[in-house]
């Protein structure tokens, strides 16, 4: 369905023409429609288009970002994780707990600590999903609310507030070394890994096997239990990473943190182009995804458009997204024949 | 012998997948008792930790809680049965409720705006029906759009403002009595419509389509069934219930804001599926669900007598949902593999994510002790 390698791309050129092949390419597509916008939305609000706005959708959309791959990964397998938002509630909580008792721990700890325990939560996600042959989207969601009650269970109700953080935790989202916030640069350092990890890696490409042909893979002498145990591991780190994040950045850790992100993460892999029965996706489609719905979310801020309106403008536009996809992809089919 | 035993079982398993006309008690199958022993074991239990728990008023209180995720239940069986999903329910609920809320603050009369209100959740099924039937987008994706969108729609309508005031007969629907007895309102419509549903699902040639969408989509539609006028039919019929119990909660609440029933469509899920009902589609029952449904309540109710906060009842909840899938698997399992042999690489594999786990646990509760005990 999607062209992806050099000669095939000749080959489809030749045979649909220029217009066609570029729209087959789900990126060209995602990146056609956030040229439109970022033109129509510059045209109303002349200060959409400059660098500190630029920087704050990127601040904006980081967090999202890696937990969006680490979601790909796992829909690609033909599963869905839909714990990430409450390992990140937990991880962040505990994270935060350690620091308020720590405060003079290194940072790079809290992060590491952050992954460990993430990692832990994932674990159990992989385990019951593979060993105890439960589908992935009933593991998870009983994982969602059992994560979310640990939260409450943990603090008991508590939060941990601004003042009771040190300073060099919250400067790890937003401090700046580096030009960008290092919120950034960790969100861009994570695609580069998943990117490398799921295109030149063989465990990568067994996560592609896998999600297309279960079956065919398991023959090929892929280990189809270890690589879907991997991508719900992978997931639960990444979302430790992400609350890590999540706890400096909004500088707290609440019982209701990132309550109802999955869905966010899921959006941005579907608009992104990753197919939700598994099998096809890319790491670019997500980054784009994810910085669609980061730039819808702030246009609509810039033009006015009351904030009430703007997450039924967002459904909207996911719906779109995927009806637009949908009809393309019947074009291409008539147009082959 | 072995191959003759493996077709045995083949073909009953078919059997239980197209169950044929039964007397009531026969429909319990062996999840529906498992429900119904899980229950009484509540109750028994319950009954010995607190001395309010068989109050009638109580009880009586209480069930009307979980009525409005029971009405959402109904057609969420029939969706999951054909292996499709309806992640937008609570906010298609969220949206009607919001809109009648939004025409009752403008003056118009309630019964006008009730109606209102319904007709827009079942357009919003209808939305849904279209996309998932007719354009055939996988009906997670489209379910997670309108999830957004139909909430979105909420928060336009009403912002941060709360539509209240309804005159009292509304708020029967959600409040009221039937005759003077302690039964809810809500309560009674429930046991109708659910037994209605039931004979739907088990007494009708649409019933039975809807098992054989669910255990092979091709198969149906080469038989010349109208796969996809079914698939809209049944996600038009789930948002008018959502719309419904919209109506019902605003009822119950007597006042109507933009966030109303946000989460409750994992609560619909987790009784759906909790209930027996095969999230892959072909397989389920309308009693297990309804048993499911009354297990939650009474679970979370007793929890709420000892003083166990919401959120923290949904571990239980949650264990409960994983439990009920995981073991009979492993039960399968272990009585599949007769020469169990102890592998040692696997022993210590298994001992090693235990230490783990061990590990995260002595963490959990070490870090959480200074915190909690310094106030």
């Keep these: ?337 | 012998m072995k191959e003759q035993g493996a077709i045995g079982s083949k073909s009953s398993a078919l059997l239980s997948e197209f169950p044929p006309r039964r007397s009531f008690l026969a429909n319990f199958q062996r999840w529906e008792w498992m429900l119904v022993a899980l229950i009484i074991l509540d109750i028994l239990f319950n009954m010995s930790r607190s001395p309010h728990f068989l109050d009638a008023r109580n009880l009586s209180r209480t069930s009307s809680d979980f009525m409005e995720i029971g009405l959402m239940m109904l057609p969420m069986v029939f969706i999951i049965i054909t292996g499709n999903i309806d992640l937008s329910v609570a906010s298609n609920m969220g949206m009607s409720a919001s809109f009648m809320g939004l025409l009752h603050n403008q003056g118009v009369n309630i019964w006008v705006a009730a109606l209102a209100g319904l007709l827009l959740g079942t357009l919003g099924g209808m939305l849904n029906g279209y996309l998932v039937a007719r354009v055939k987008l996988p009906a997670l994706v489209v379910t997670l759009g309108t999830y957004a969108f139909y909430r979105g729609i909420a928060y336009g309508f009403l912002g941060d403002q709360a539509a209240r005031g309804y005159p009292e007969a509304f708020k029967y629907l959600g409040q009221g009595k039937v005759f003077g007895t302690l039964v809810p309102f809500s309560v009674a419509l429930f046991i109708v419509l659910a037994i209605l549903f039931g004979l739907v699902l088990h007494r009708t040639t649409f019933g039975r389509y809807l098992y054989a969408i669910g255990n092979n989509e091709n198969a149906t539609l080469y038989s010349g069934i109208p796969v996809a006028r079914i698939k809209f039919i049944i996600y038009t019929l789930s948002g008018f219930m959502a719309a419904f119990a919209g109506l019902i909660l605003a009822a119950r609440f007597g006042s109507t804001r933009p966030d109303i029933g946000t989460g409750l469509e994992l609560a619909v899920i987790t009784a759906v599926v909790l209930g027996g009902v095969d999230i892959n589609g072909g397989k389920g029952t309308m009693l297990g669900a309804v048993l499911s449904l009354f297990l939650i309540g009474l679970m979370r109710f007793g929890m709420g007598l000892l003083n166990i906060q919401g959120q923290v009842q949904g571990i239980v909840i949650g264990s409960l949902l994983i439990l009920s899938i995981l073991l009979p698997g492993v039960a399968q399992q272990i009585s599949s593999t007769r020469n169990f042999q102890f592998q040692s690489r696997a022993v210590l594999t298994a001992l090693g994510v235990l230490a783990v786990f061990v590990a995260f646990f002595l963490f959990f509760f070490w870090s959480r002790a200074a915190v909690i005990a310094g106030g």
């Design chain 1, 1 to 337: 369905m999607t062209v992806q390698n050099p000669p095939a791309i000749r080959r489809s050129i030749a045979r649909n023409g220029w217009l066609w092949t570029l729209i087959r390419f789900r990126e060209a597509g995602i990146g056609l429609f956030i040229l439109i916008l970022v033109i129509a939305v510059t045209l109303r609000a002349p200060s959409f288009l400059t660098i500190d706005n630029f920087e704050d959708i990127l601040l904006n959309i980081s967090i999202l970002t890696i937990v969006a791959l680490a979601q790909t990964m796992v829909i690609i397998t033909h599963g869905i994780d839909l714990s990430v938002s409450s390992m990140i509630g937990l991880v962040a909580m505990m994270v935060a707990f350690v620091v308020k008792q720590n405060p003079e721990m290194p940072v790079i700890f809290s992060v590491l600590l952050g992954m460990a325990l993430g990692s832990v939560l994932g674990t159990f996600n992989g385990l019951i999903i593979t060993f105890g042959k439960v589908p992935p989207i009933i593991a998870t969601l009983g994982t969602l609310s059992i994560y979310r009650g640990l939260v409450f269970f943990y603090s008991q109700g508590t939060w941990i507030n601004s003042f009771e953080l040190p300073a060099n935790f919250k400067a790890l989202s937003k401090g700046t070394p580096l030009g960008l916030p290092n919120m950034v640069i960790i969100a861009i350092l994570v695609a580069i890994v998943v990117y490398y990890f799921l295109n030149y890696t063989r465990t990568g490409r067994d996560i592609y096997a896998v999600g297309s042909n279960p079956d065919a893979a398991q023959f090929a002498g892929i280990r189809k239990q270890r690589i879907t145990f991997l991508v719900y591991m992978i997931s639960g780190l990444l979302s430790g990473l992400a609350a890590v994040l999540w706890a400096s950045r909004f500088e707290s850790a609440q019982t209701n943190t990132a309550l109802g992100f999955e869905l966010q993460t899921v959006a941005a892999s579907v608009v992104g182009g990753v197919s939700i029965s598994g099998g096809v996706g890319t790491v670019t489609g997500v980054l784009l995804g994810a910085l669609l719905l980061g730039i819808i979310q702030n246009s609509l801020t810039l033009i006015r458009i009351s904030p009430f309106w703007q997450l039924a403008a967002q459904g909207l536009l996911i719906l779109i997204a995927v009806i637009s996809d949908k009809w393309i992809l019947s074009r291409v089919e008539r147009t082959k024949k």
